[in-house]
Nanobody
Framework: QVRLVESGGGSVQAGGSLTLSCASS????????IAWFRHAAGKERVAVARLLASVGFTWYSDSVKGRVAISRDNAKNTAYLRIDSLKPEDTAMYFC?????????????????WGQGTQVTVSS
């Protein structure tokens, strides 16, 4: 059974950093497409980072490029998203998702499994 559990969100001041975790079971983070999405109030859920480690693929959205890093720990079967230089516009619920086959797609509809989300709130 595929399961993803996010943690690590919180309330931080602008300029701070957070590392979000996505503890996974039922599949291997080393060979599956892992993506982090965020959903801000009144906006669409959008991808901010994608990783398919088996082919060396990583991708970041322009809104976070240079400030985030997606990674995974195969031994813990956990994916991470570190966000530096946090801005108030980073405030959102952050979700990890996995796509077990096919390309590491951009669209949320392509991902069949999701965690429950972790809230990130950035104050100015």
């Amino acid at each position: 059974q595929v399961r993803l559990v996010e943690s690590g969100g919180g309330s931080v001041q602008a300029g701070g950093s957070l590392t979000l975790s996505c503890a996974s079971s039922g599949f291997a983070v080393s060979t599956s497409c892992i993506a982090w999405f965020r959903h801000a109030a009144g906006k669409e859920r959008v991808a901010v980072a994608r990783l398919l480690a088996s082919v060396g693929f990583t991708w970041y959205s322009d809104s976070v490029k240079g400030r985030v890093a997606i990674s995974r720990d195969n031994a813990k079967n956990t994916a991470y998203l570190r966000i530096d230089s946090l801005k108030p516009e980073d405030t959102a619920m952050y979700f990890c998702a996995v796509r077990l086959s096919g390309t590491c797609a951009l669209a949320a509809a392509s991902y069949g499994y999701w965690g429950q989300g972790t809230q990130v709130t950035v104050s100015s």
